[in-house]
């Protein structure tokens, strides 16, 4: 069994800040951490009313977020090579399609529920093992939400 390093919060955010810097030649605004998680008991019954024991992991999902003016919306992940680049009004059922989806739909969900979501850049960086049950999916989407909704002045906790 390979086990994979879970790196520690105040490196992985640097390098998906420097990352960052790298794709899109400024700094990020804001940078979200998300962790991945394993249900101990439960699995997908939390949904459906059942019993369930979430455990949040050390191996964690960033994003590095910087709003636009331009309404452009421009995604990459150091886990793949393609940028994704669209606008909301882009965003819809099938598109866009992988790992991208994840990222566009928050956005969509955000301003969907009222928040001014203009362009934004954002930069994806994990430790959270794709496709091995452990919400690496949930851990990219509420990175995204924390980042976004931070660069936007708001906070997601109840206040």
Do not use: K
Not at 90 to 115: E, I, K, N
Not at 130 to 149: D, K, N, P, T, Y
């Amino acid at each position: 069994m390979q086990l994979i390093d879970a790196g520690t919060p105040a490196t992985l955010a640097a390098c998906v800040r420097a990352r960052f810097h790298e794709v899109f030649g400024e700094e990020p605004t804001t940078v979200g951490r998300a962790p991945g998680r394993v249900n101990l008991i439960g699995e997908h019954t939390d949904y459906n009313a059942g019993l369930c024991l979430p455990v949040a992991l050390p191996h964690a999902t960033y994003a590095a977020v910087r709003l636009r003016e331009d309404g452009v919306i421009r995604l990459r992940s150091a886990q793949a090579d393609d940028t994704w680049e669209g606008t909301l009004a882009d965003v819809g059922p099938g598109h866009p399609r992988g790992w991208p989806a994840y990222v566009a739909g928050v956005l969509w969900a955000l301003a969907d529920v009222g928040y001014a979501v203009p362009g934004v850049d954002v930069v994806i960086d994990s430790t959270v093992p794709v496709g091995a049950g452990l919400s690496s999916s949930a851990a990219i989407e509420c990175s995204v939400a924390a980042a976004v909704v931070a660069a936007l002045g708001g906070s997601l906790t109840d206040e």
